[in-house]
């Protein structure tokens, strides 16, 4: 019985397990930003390259219908 109050201590007395938990919860906050920055990053270049497209096909457009 005393092995096992010693063993009960010991296990209340490591921090391991807590550390470790830390850990995950960091890397697992540290994910969330990132998909929200990636996302965001994302859409804003998804606006961008839609302008420079528009500008593109508008400037292909008056320089087909300048050379007719």
């Known amino acids: 019985m005393t092995k096992f109050i010693a ?4 296990f209340a007395a490591e921090e391991e ?9 960091l890397v ?3 994910a969330c ?8 990053t ?3 270049i998804q606006k961008l390259f839609t302008v420079v497209n528009g ?3 508008n ?6 219908s300048g050379a007719s």
């Not at 930003?33 to 965001?40: E, G, H, P």
């Open 7 to 10: 063993a009960t201590r010991k």
């Open 17 to 25: 397990g807590a550390t470790l938990v830390e850990y995950g919860l």
């Open 28 to 30: 697992g906050l540290i």
């Open 33 to 40: 930003v990132c998909i929200v920055v990636i996302t965001n």
């Open 42 to 44: 994302g859409q804003s």
């Open 55 to 57: 500008a593109l096909s």
């Open 59 to 64: 400037a292909a457009s008056a320089a087909s």
